[in-house]
């Protein structure tokens, strides 16, 4: 069964140091979308690519979070320099594209900042 | 501003019993409503969802029920069981091209044996 692709699964760094997530929809989505939820609250959509192109990056902090999807396929997010306060799940998510209800999650990567 | 919201944090039933989760929106232009449900350490896994231009659907053992006068959307899950417990999420989908998800903040749902 096709799966959405997350590493790693669990990160510890310390607070000014530079991280990054990488993400691997499931093939032959467009749209690919990150996310972050803290303990006990819903997702929080950071940024949503359609291909290669970015189309809501509106809470996407952009002073220390990056993303990029160059080839439209894999997707690696980056925070630099990290905070105590970015300590959270960042979920990857994908979906066919335009019109499509139902987003497939990944396992998300729980970072720890210290 | 626009909110996808939850009225009960923590829902706890027998199992067997039917539960009922429910959500209040406030955005009335979203184009789908949807449950999602998250087990601890994993990520959210789509129910089931509804078109705004619907009032009930029916899955397997999950009907969700859409009250647009109130701005009220439910969840309810016959004969719970066990694996029934995790985090239970609305979320809503505006079809503005890009599908975007919006969530409300979730309720545990906690069946004992």
């Known amino acids: 069964e096709a799966e959405v692709a997350q590493s790693p699964r669990y990160k510890i760094t310390e607070k000014s140091q530079a991280v990054a997530f990488w993400c691997d929809p499931i093939?032959?989505?467009?749209?690919l979308y990150w996310y972050r939820q803290i303990l006990g609250q819903g997702p929080e959509l950071l940024v949503q690519?359609?291909?290669?192109?970015?189309?809501?990056d509106s809470q996407l902090p952009k002073d220390r979070f990056s993303a990029e999807r160059l080839k439209g396929v894999d997707s690696t997010l980056k925070i630099q320099p990290a905070e105590l306060g970015d300590s959270a799940m960042y979920l990857c998510?994908?979906?066919?594209?335009?019109?499509?209800?139902?987003?497939?999650f990944g396992q998300g990567t729980r970072l720890t900042v210290v | 501003g626009e909110s996808v919201g939850l009225h009960l944090p923590t829902l706890s039933v027998q199992e067997g019993d039917n539960s009922i989760i429910n959500c209040a929106y406030s955005?009335?232009?979203?184009?789908?409503f949807i449950w999602y449900k998250q087990e601890s350490g994993k990520g959210p896994q789509f129910i089931i969802d509804?078109?705004?231009?619907?009032d009930k659907r029916q899955g397997q053992r999950v009907t969700v029920l859409l009250n647009k006068t109130v701005k009220h959307l439910s969840l309810q899950i016959a004969a719970t069981q066990p694996g029934d417990s995790a985090v239970y999420f609305c979320?809503?989908?505006?079809?503005?091209?890009?599908?975007?998800?919006?969530f409300g903040k979730g309720t545990m749902l906690l069946v004992s044996p």
């Open positions: 509804i078109r705004s231009n619907m």
């Open positions: 998510a994908s979906s066919l594209g335009r019109g499509a209800t139902e987003a497939f």
């Open positions: 955005n009335s232009a979203s184009d789908y």
């Open positions: 093939s032959g989505h467009a749209t």
């Open positions: 690519f359609q291909d290669e192109s970015v189309v809501d």
């Open positions: 979320a809503e989908n505006k079809d503005s091209g890009y599908s975007t998800l919006t």
